[in-house]
């Protein structure tokens, strides 16, 4: 039956019953959205309703039931703002006219469904699909900086499957508005509210195993572990932000970086290579920047079905563990030096006082010819030594408490230019000081010690010719101290264990005196460190903590 001349209110109470149906379908179909994963974007199916009703009863009808549904759906979201459902009523009065007039100037025929118009049902779909696309790329551009193609473009590409669909339903329901009326419009709305229901479901579990999967990958790149893994089917790689921090690369990087990268860091991309299972493995790991020290092991990879699907390879940055422990077995090496030398120091003094003082005696007693023959002065210079070793192992195994004082380190350090200067060692010895004023809460006598031991080594490897540059920076809540000076360097094979007792490339050195330096430092809360060393010099930097106000 062909009703599109007749004008709303209808007469005939078949007619208002469809005229109705409709109407309720557009609302329904309004709340019953197809919900579309991965994006969440929402599928409408009321243009399907529009456009059958459009080929079947034509314009007045269509509009008719466009400005009716309009109407009650804002009527019914009224917290929605009335200028948006203005809106959206004309832009669809623009899509349903527009797409009328093409289909009929095109030639096509209302009130059935034929083949015979075929290009005018496309054209006129065609025309609803571009000004739709149109008016809301518009809309978007008013509120983007893109430009207006780039939207357009995008929104197209999103959108012309669901315009497919919707074309396809509006065949489907036209047929059935031609063949039964209001069962078809029942059977239509019903198909599309169950297959929104089904959509909802799909959709809000499709939104839960996103949010386990975003939820677990959030688990895996929180934790202090490095994680690859491989998966054989597919050779793909996945990597967390700690593999990704520590090895600096992503996953398009790490098969090119295992090949390029293997001079650098031969044996831990030779473990990752091979594939095969191994447990706690220290590899050295280096980067531009920084040396690691990793613990790795590679395991395959299991499915549900306990099935091999890959491997993981996973490592652990142990730099400030193996740090802590090589100084722990260093506290534990002083300990007993301390013991050892706090037992024997007071035995070995008394004896050596007995023979120093006959020494003297001797010295006093004989001539300058017979203090040579018999070696008198080397003998007191050599005893001179070894209560020098003694006072400084009785110093590393007891060490007096500090005894603070507000002082600042320029104070503590003003006469110690002038002795060196006066001394025969430091004739030729430049000292340049930059130091901030700033108090620190320091035992002066202590501290003073710390300078004397570095300043003394610098001047013994610059043997007595070049300069001491003494400065200082402010850094947050730390007081940073550097003592550099014009020197050879320190070897890089003792620059890791310089602060080791007892080494020494000193022939007359007794190398406890930067264990002593770091002993004092690190009872004022602070810490010392080799800053940097080379052919041009080395600089120490000590680290104190300033006075909380």
């Not at 179909?29 to 974007?41: A, S």
């Not at 900086?145 to 939207?151: H, N, P, Q, T, Y």
Request: glycine content about 4%; some cysteine; hydrophobic content about 45%.
């Amino acid at each position: 039956m062909v009703i599109h001349d007749i004008y709303f209110p209808m007469a005939v109470f078949f007619d208002w019953l469809l005229f109705l149906s409709l109407l309720a379908a557009i609302l329904l179909l309004n709340k019953y959205k197809i919900l579309l994963p991965y994006k969440g974007n929402s599928l409408c199916m009321d243009s399907s309703i529009y456009l059958a009703s459009l080929f079947i009863f034509g314009l007045e009808l269509t509009l008719s039931l466009l400005f009716l549904g309009s109407l009650i759906y804002a009527i019914l979201n009224s917290k929605t703002e009335w200028w948006k459902h203005l809106f959206n009523f004309s832009m669809f009065a623009i899509m349903i006219s527009s797409s009328y007039y093409i289909f009929s100037f095109s030639g096509g025929e209302l009130g059935s469904i034929n083949l015979a118009s075929t290009i005018p049902y496309l054209l006129a779909m065609a025309i609803y699909f571009i000004i739709n696309t149109g008016i809301v790329s518009m809309y978007f551009r008013s509120n983007s900086e893109m430009l207006f193609f780039s939207i357009y473009k995008e929104i197209g590409q999103e959108a012309i499957g669901n315009y497919i669909i919707t074309l396809a339903l509006a065949f489907v329901l036209a047929i059935l508005l031609e063949s039964n009326p209001i069962f078809g419009t029942v059977i239509f709305t019903f198909v599309i509210v169950l297959s929104s229901m089904a959509f909802i479901k799909y959709f809000h579990l499709y939104e839960q195993m996103s949010n386990d999967k975003v939820y677990q990958e959030q688990i895996l790149h929180s934790i202090p572990i490095g994680i690859i893994t491989e998966e054989h089917k597919t050779s793909e790689f996945f990597l967390n932000s700690t593999a990704k921090s520590l090895l600096e690369c992503d996953k398009n990087k790490i098969r090119h970086l295992s090949a390029a990268d293997k001079s650098k860091n031969e044996y831990f991309w030779s473990i990752f290579s091979s594939e095969k299972s191994c447990q706690n493995v220290k590899v050295p790991y280096k980067t531009n920047d920084n040396q690691h020290l990793l613990l790795v092991s590679q395991s395959p990879l299991y499915d549900q079905n306990n099935v091999s699907i890959g491997r993981n390879f996973y490592f652990i940055d142990i730099t400030d563990t193996e740090e802590l422990e090589q100084r722990m077995h260093q506290s534990e090496k002083l300990a007993v030096l301390g013991g050892l030398a706090a037992g024997a120091a007071h035995e070995i003094r008394n004896p050596l006082a007995v023979i120093h003082g006959f020494l003297s005696l001797m010295r006093d007693s004989f001539s300058e010819k017979e203090q040579k023959k018999f070696f008198i002065p080397l003998m007191l210079s050599e005893f001179d030594r070894i209560n020098l070793i003694i006072e400084e192992m009785l110093l590393l195994a007891r060490p007096s408490s500090p005894k603070f004082k507000e002082v600042s380190v320029s104070d503590i350090i003003s006469e110690i230019p002038d002795f060196y200067n006066q001394s025969p060692i430091g004739e030729q010895i430049q000292f340049k000081i930059n130091l901030d004023e700033t108090t620190l809460l320091l035992d002066e006598k202590q501290i003073k010690q710390v300078l004397y031991n570095l300043i003394r080594n610098s001047c013994d490897a610059m043997n007595g010719i070049g300069t001491i540059t003494i400065y200082s920076k402010l850094d947050k809540d730390t007081y940073r101290l550097f003592i550099q000076d014009t020197g050879p360097g320190i070897a890089k094979d003792l620059q890791q264990s310089i602060f080791d007792p007892f080494l020494t490339t000193k022939e007359t050195g007794t190398g406890l005196g930067l264990t002593i330096v770091q002993r004092i430092i690190e009872n004022h809360q602070g810490s010392i460190r080799l800053y940097s060393s080379s052919e041009e010099g080395t600089t120490f930097v000590i680290s104190l903590p300033l006075i909380k106000t």
